[in-house]
């Protein structure tokens, strides 16, 4: 099982570094300062609005960014997660109560991706009042 993992994030783990940077360098966080960057990415997330009007406006465009690609991905994450959702409670009926377990990860993870496109949609909010 231990080596599974260690394969998954050793082929996966780059994968995302590199979307991060990405992402990192679209929202100009590669032209500010290093303590700008963490106000910016923090800010991002969660907490209060950067004072700094450069730190505030990368956020914006983080945020932005992260909703935008959460969008894209929406149809057909909802799609996969409703259809794993309902196989595994299909199969917890049919074979064992175990597929309860992935019934409630797979409900999981679809809540959580709704969860966060509102999030986002909310602190794009603040950040933009914040700006104005």
């Known amino acids: 099982m231990c080596s599974r993992l260690a394969l998954y994030g050793a082929v996966v ?30 800010a991002a997330r969660r907490g209060p609005t950067p004072t700094d009007p450069a730190a505030r406006h990368a956020a914006l465009r983080l945020a932005t960014h992260r909703r935008d690609r959460i969008r894209a991905q929406r149809v057909l994450a909802t799609t996969l997660l409703d259809a794993a959702t309902a196989a595994s409670a299909l199969a917890a009926l049919a074979s064992s109560p175990w597929w309860w377990a992935y019934t409630a990860v797979f409900a999981g993870l679809l809540l959580t991706h709704h969860a966060e496109t509102h999030r986002l949609h909310h602190r794009i909010i603040l950040l933009e009042a914040t700006s104005n």
């Open 13 to 42: 783990g780059p994968g995302v570094a590199k979307k991060r940077r990405l992402a990192r360098t679209e929202a100009g966080l590669d032209a500010l300062p290093v303590h700008q960057q963490r106000t910016a990415l923090r």
